[in-house]
Nanobody, 125 residues
Framework: QVRLVESGGGSVQAGASLRLSCVVS????????MAWFRQAPGKEREGVAA???????KYADSVKDRFTISQDNAKNTLYLQMNTLKPEDSAMYYC???????????????????WGPGTQVAVSS
């Protein structure tokens, strides 16, 4: 049974940093691609950052050079380091996973079958 649980969200001012965590049980990172998605009210869920089973990473243009996705296999945890946060980053952030997602589909919602319940991020100006 696979479980994904996010944490680390909060309310911050523009320019601040947050580190999101996703604790995973029931899967091996080497066999899965993992990703962070976000969804603001009235908007569709969009891919933010992803890491393939071979370690390849991919980012949305809106967060490149500000966000970094990483994982700690010993702790079974996925991270999203978010720096220089902007109001437009405000959203519910979700952790997702699925097996061997191709590089061109890493940021597509349809690529992922396993999801966490989300953690809220609010950035004020």
């Amino acid at each position: 049974q696979v479980r994904l649980v996010e944490s680390g969200g909060g309310s911050v001012q523009a320019g601040a940093s947050l580190r999101l965590s996703c604790v995973v049980s029931g899967l091996t990172f080497s066999a899965y691609s993992m990703a962070w998605f976000r969804q603001a009210p009235g908007k569709e869920r969009e891919g933010v950052a992803a890491i393939a089973n071979n370690g390849y990473t991919k980012y949305a243009d809106s967060v490149k050079d500000r966000f970094t996705i990483s994982q700690d296999n010993a702790k079974n945890t996925l991270y999203l380091q978010m720096n220089t946060l902007k109001p437009e980053d405000s959203a519910m952030y979700y952790c997702a996973a699925d097996r061997f997602v191709g590089w061109s589909r890493l940021l597509l919602r349809s690529s992922y079958n396993l999801w966490g319940p989300g953690t809220q991020v609010a950035v004020s100006s």
